[in-house]
């Protein structure tokens, strides 16, 4: 393989590796030695081809290639960076209806209020404000460039809990190990080793009025495939919910993929669903970013435009 | 089904045999304090009168906001205290009460007992609740007459903390 070939086959490596920063965020990988790397090397083959090329190595389109293999190395130098100095992948789980500080953005996010419905639907969003900027609202699935950092939102099991008493009063529902104490909304932010193979997400919650504790285990649709029974609708999730009281003791265990459930003297109605999470990860520097990619296409252009100035004098000269 | 619940009901004892969980993802805890300076939310939510009331409603007046629930010791101890501040303090700051996920009927029938005569907000969804970022209760939020929270509190108040609470409030300069 040629040097211009080799370099030219780095270059294209690196830009794989570094946009994939922006279409794949959040991969631990663009944070590891092998990642850097990759990119140092990519790097090492562009220059030693550049510097020889500069000083005619390789002829005209050579030294025009220049420019091109210039921007290469601004795009793998903003990957590296990233990938070095970035921030580290963080997911912000909030309460809806709460706000959290992200220090690394400089900003507040503000995790939208969310009843039943909309965590049945899916539905919720959050809203970034920073200090002198406008307020950027992120709904699931989207995903926006914050100067350094990619921030997406990405869906999360969560389950909406209303308690009603034999009378049919509405109890206050808490979560003592929650993130929020008073929020009818499990979001399920720690997970579970229940066998060798299985690790599932668990939430808890109370009901203090009737001294009554709940475990939530939640079983995805693909979980419930997994089981050697049929376990209700397979193509929805579960929750499997124990009860105890304040001493401890078990009242009883039930299975639920939503609705109405009497358990440990409490009636429960369950929302099984999903409640967006924030997602921070590093990303290349987008101005640099663009001026490479630039540099790159003017390069090539630059190039091509030389390449057929060539041959129409060839054909000239053969005319 | 059966089968498939003893099942299940092995799994969960499985799980008893493992570690405690591994945590995932961040936390946004941090308790009622670190909402200083921010500006209070407002939802509009019935009171035990049937009246729909709301926090956005007292803007310009300054607001003690309490966060309780008629199962909560703490809290209906505190009761007769918030009962008598909001009867001291009445012309210069506005008690607002505000029921942690209880019905209507139950709230009602607490504040008639302890004599309580501030209005009370039914918020069985515990909007405020999980906003105001409380960790217990009862919590008490000071919002400024700019609509700015000056203060949170978690636990319970003495008749004194609740006058040093408004304080602050109090003495900032009326917003134009």
């Known amino acids: ?319 | 089904m059966r089968r498939a619940l003893l099942f299940l009901a092995s799994l969960f004892l499985l799980a008893g045999c493992y570690d405690t969980p591994a945590g995932t993802g961040g936390s946004t805890g941090g308790g009622p304090g670190m909402l200083a300076g921010a500006p209070a939310q407002s939802f509009a939510l019935p009171r035990t009168d049937g009246r729909t009331d709301g926090l956005a409603n007292y803007r310009g007046r300054v607001v003690l906001m309490n966060l309780w629930a008629s199962w909560c010791t703490p809290c209906r101890q505190e009761m007769p205290a918030l009962e008598r501040f909001a009867r001291e303090e009445a012309g210069k700051v506005v008690v607002l009460g505000v029921d942690q996920g209880e019905s209507a009927g139950v709230a009602a029938a607490f504040a008639r007992e302890r004599g309580v005569t501030f209005p009370i907000l039914v918020d069985e969804s515990e909007q405020y609740g999980s906003t105001y970022a409380a960790i217990g209760l009862p919590t008490t939020i000071v919002v400024g007459r700019n609509g700015t929270i000056v203060r949170g509190i978690d636990g319970a108040l003495t008749l004194e903390q609740m006058r040093a609470a408004v304080m602050p409030a109090l003495a900032a300069a009326t917003p134009r």
Do not use: C, K, N
Request: aromatic share 6%; charged share 15%.
């Open chain 1, 1 to 319: 393989m040629s040097a211009r070939l080799t370099a030219l086959v780095a270059g294209f490596v690196a830009i794989a590796l570094v946009l994939a920063q922006d279409v794949a965020p959040g991969a631990a990988f663009y944070h590891s030695w092998q990642y850097a790397l990759a990119l140092a090397v990519a790097l090492a083959l562009m220059a030693g081809y550049a510097a020889g090329a500069w000083r005619g190595h390789d002829g005209p389109v050579g030294r025009r290639l220049v420019l091109a293999l210039a921007g290469l190395a601004v795009v793998d130098l903003a990957g590296l960076a990233s990938g070095l100095l970035g921030p580290d992948t963080a997911t912000i789980v909030g309460t809806p209806g709460t706000v959290a500080p992200i220090p690394v953005l400089g900003a507040a996010a503000f995790f939208a209020p969310a009843d039943a419905d909309a965590l049945a639907r899916g539905a919720g969003s959050v809203v970034l404000r920073r200090r002198g900027h406008s307020a950027i609202e992120l709904g699931v699935g989207t995903r926006r460039l914050l100067g350094d950092s990619v921030v997406s939102l990405t869906p999360r099991p969560a389950l909406y809990v209303e308690a009603w008493d034999a009378r049919g009063a509405h109890l206050t529902v808490t979560q003592p190990a929650g993130t929020a104490f008073l929020s009818p909304v499990l979001q399920f932010g720690t997970r579970q080793r229940i066998t060798d193979a299985l690790t599932v997400p668990v939430d808890g919650f109370a009901t203090p009025a009737q001294h009554r504790s709940f475990r939530a285990l939640y079983f995805s649709p693909r979980d419930l495939a997994g089981f050697p029974h049929r376990i209700g609708d397979p193509s929805r999730p579960a929750v499997i919910l124990t009860v105890a009281d304040d001493a401890g003791r078990p009242l009883g265990i039930a299975l639920s993929q939503g609705g109405r459930l009497a358990l440990g003297g409490v009636t429960l109605r369950l929302t099984l669903g999903t409640y967006p999470a924030l997602a921070i990860a590093s990303a290349p520097d987008p101005v640099a970013l663009a001026l490479g990619l630039g540099a790159f296409v003017l390069g090539l252009i630059w190039v091509a435009a030389l390449t057929r100035l060539r041959r129409r004098a060839r054909v000239a000269h053969a005319g």
